[in-house]
């Protein structure tokens, strides 16, 4: 998660120098070329089943592919703070998606979570209208939200595809339907682009932001779920925020006032109360 909340951070300077699709793409790529022996099945896995497939195809298509249409061209509307702020709600929205696709029951607590979320979604289109934000960062923070519902999705999905596949083939399987996905729009954008035009600087942190958000972020969450629930898992989105937070205003000198110090308290509270659990009674 803390990975997560980086890269987040880290991709708006990437998404002023290259096309989303063609960075999107590039990104699919190099964590292929990275990991082509993940994608072999150890003896002891059973073979993927039509249902598994099926998944795995929908992991990559919500986590992968579209999440990061709507993350990249959302961050490079808004700014790595209110990206993280938003992001903070994925908990709250893991727990709505539960009750409306699954049945699940949702406790008192996580609709205040969910209040939490939106209070502070609202501090942050008031603190960028202030700011002379206007449409656009309305636009993209309403972009990082749907990534929110992408991610969400990917986190209940992944928890299910863990009973049966093991993490490394899951990150390496996932990848490659991204990357097959963004080819046909990476390549359109390739073709009329520059690759002389971005530094060396550039290029590193895309290295950085391809490994963290295929590879490392994948393969740590997926190992995690195999040994603990989704809920408690949850618990460590707390980190997202804090660090695209952290990376926004110290690594990109983006303002923290008053208004983005209130939204983010409000948006940390709301995976409190989403997560956490509060003794033998917690849920009630």
């Known amino acids: 998660m803390s990975l997560v909340g980086s890269y987040v951070a880290l991709s708006k300077p990437l998404v002023a120098a290259i096309p989303v699709f063609l960075l999107a793409w590039l990104r699919f790529a190099i964590a292929a070329l990275a990991m082509p022996h ?9 073979a993927l089943t039509p249902q598994v497939r099926r998944l795995l195809f929908l992991e990559s298509l919500l986590g992968n592919f579209l999440f990061s249409i709507l993350m990249l061209y959302g961050v490079s509307m808004t700014s790595a703070v209110s990206a993280g702020v938003i ?5 709250a929205v893991v727990a709505i998606l539960s009750w409306a696709f699954l049945r699940e029951r949702v406790p008192l607590r996580v609709w205040s979570a969910v209040a939490c979320a939106a209070a502070g979604i609202g501090l942050l289109a008031l603190a960028r209208n202030g700011a002379g934000g206007g449409a656009s960062s309305g636009l993209g923070n ?15 999905i992944g928890k299910k595809l863990t009973g ?3 993490p490394r083939r899951i990150t390496s399987i996932v ?7 963004m080819t046909p729009l990476g390549l359109y954008q390739a073709w009329q682009f520059d690759f002389g035009a971005p530094g060396p600087g550039t290029w590193g942190l895309l290295l950085f932001y391809s490994l963290a958000a295929s590879i490392w972020s994948v393969w740590l969450w997926m190992t995690g ?31 923290f006032g008053t208004l ?25």
């Open 175 to 181: 990848n490659l339907w991204g990357l097959a996905l």
């Open 142 to 156: 309403l972009l990082v939200f749907g990534a929110v519902l992408c991610e969400a999705s990917y986190a209940v």
């Open 225 to 255: 779920l195999r040994s603990l629930p989704a809920s408690q898992g949850g618990v460590f989105t707390v980190m997202l925020p804090v660090s695209a937070a952290a990376v926004g205003v110290l690594a990109l000198g983006e303002p």
């Open 260 to 284: 983005q110090a209130t939204a983010f308290a409000l948006a940390l509270a709301g995976v409190l109360l989403a997560t956490l659990p509060f003794g033998p009674g917690a849920g009630r």
């Open 87 to 91: 992001m903070a709600a994925i908990p």
């Open 164 to 166: 049966t596949v093991g």
């Open 38 to 46: 993940w994608l072999r099945r150890p003896a002891n896995e059973p």
